[in-house]
C-alpha cells in the first residue's frame, strides 16, 4: 500500500550563500506519507535544524537551497513565490520550536497569537483549542502575555498556536530539551494525542531514543549534514548500522527504549 507522500524531500542541499561548497544539509531525501510520525536524529550540527527550516522555507538569509527540491503533494517548493509560501504555512505547515520565548510576541496576549494569520478562526475555536492542549482556564489563558505563564504553558500554547489550523504537517524541533522531565512528557504525549486526532503528520527532532520508540513510526539518523541511517523505528532501533546510531543507542537508556518497542508491538 503506497499512499503519495505529504512531503518528499530530494536530495536537498543546503549551503552558506558566500561559501557554496560548504554542504551544510548534503543530498539529503526522505520522503513523509499523511499521519506518518518521523523521527530526526542526530549529533549537534549535523543539519537536522536546518532540515526542518528548509521544508518550512525559513531558513537564515544567509544560507540557501543550493540542490535538491522540496516537494509538498506534489509541488516544489523551492520554486514557489513568497506569497505562495506564505499560504502554505498558513494553512497546511506548522512548526513547534525549542524555546517558545523566542518564537512568540511577548506583547501580544495568546488568544490574539493564536488566532494571528490563520482564516477563519473564532474566538470559542481559541478557546477550545487551548482547553484541549490542556489549560485549566483556556479564559484566562486567552489573555495572558507569555511572560505571564509557565515553561510548560508556554510550550503548550505554542502547540496550541502550531495545531488550530489542523496542518497536515507538525514539524517539532527539540520542543521539549528546555522543559523538565515529568512536564516533557506531558507536552510529548498531547502532540501524540493531537496529531493523531487530526491526522497530521509529525516530524520531529530529538536527542530521546526512548521517546523515538514511542512516538516515531521511522526514524532517520544525520551526521554531518548527510542522512546516513533510515528505517522502521523497531528495525533501527534494534539492529542499528551505522556506527553513529550504534554509540547513540549504547549511551541512551537501551534497555528502556527495547521494552517501549516491545510494548507498542504487542
Ligand atoms: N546561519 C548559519 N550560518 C552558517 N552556518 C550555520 C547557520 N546555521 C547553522 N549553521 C551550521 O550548519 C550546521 C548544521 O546546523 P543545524 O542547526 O542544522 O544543526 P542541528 O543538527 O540542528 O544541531 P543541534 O542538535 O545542536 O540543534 C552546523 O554546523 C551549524 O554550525
Ligand atoms: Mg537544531
Redesign the pocket.
Known amino acids: 500500500m503506497q499512499q503519495t507522500p505529504l512531503l518528499s524531500v530530494d536530495n536537498l542541499v543546503?549551503t552558506?550563500r558566500n561559501d557554496p561548497s560548504?554542504r551544510?544539509?548534503n543530498d539529503v531525501s526522505f520522503q513523509i506519507r499523511p499521519g506518518e510520525r518521523v523521527a530526526l536524529v542526530?549529533?549537534?550540527?549535523?543539519?537536522?535544524?536546518?532540515?526542518?527550516?528548509s521544508v518550512m522555507g525559513l531558513l537564515?538569509p544567509?544560507?540557501e537551497v543550493t540542490g535538491g527540491d522540496i516537494v509538498w503533494q506534489g509541488r516544489s517548493t523551492v520554486g514557489m513565490t513568497p506569497a505562495e509560501h506564505r499560504r502554505l504555512l498558513r494553512t497546511e505547515l506548522s512548526m513547534v520550536y525549542?524555546e517558545p520565548l523566542t518564537a512568540l510576541n511577548p506583547l501580544m496576549n495568546l488568544g490574539r497569537q493564536i488566532r494571528e494569520g490563520v482564516p477563519g478562526v473564532r474566538d470559542e475555536d481559541v478557546l477550545r483549542i487551548l482547553s484541549e492542549v490542556g489549560m485549566r482556564d483556556p479564559q484566562r489563558v486567552a489573555k495572558a502575555m507569555p511572560h505571564e505563564l509557565s515553561g510548560g504553558m508556554r510550550q503548550r500554547a505554542m502547540i496550541a498556536m502550531a495545531m488550530i489550523k489542523q496542518p497536515r504537517l507538525l514539524i517539532a524541533?527539540?520542543p521539549t530539551t528546555a522543559l523538565d522531565v515529568t512536564i516533557e512528557y506531558q507536552v510529548l504525549k498531547l502532540m501524540y494525542e493531537l496529531t493523531h486526532r487530526m491526522n497530521t503528520a509529525l516530524l520531529f527532532?530529538t536527542?530521546d531514543l526512548g521517546v523515538v520508540a514511542r512516538l516515531a513510526d521511522r526514524v532517520l539518523v544525520?551526521y554531518l549534514?548527510e542522512v546516513v541511517e533510515e528505517g522502521e523505528t523497531a528495525d533501527v532501533l534494534s539492529a542499528p548500522v551505522h556506527p553513529y546510531t550504534k554509540r547513540l543507542l549504547a549511551a541512551s537508556s537501551l534497555a528502556t527504549a527495547r521494552t517501549l518497542v516491545l510494548e507498542e508491538e504487542d
Request: proline share 4%; aromatic share 4%.
Open positions: 543546503v552558506p560548504l551544510l544539509v542526530g549529533e549537534s550540527g549535523s543539519g537536522k535544524s536546518l532540515t526542518c527550516f537564515d544567509a544560507l525549542q524541533d527539540e527532532v536527542h544525520m549534514g
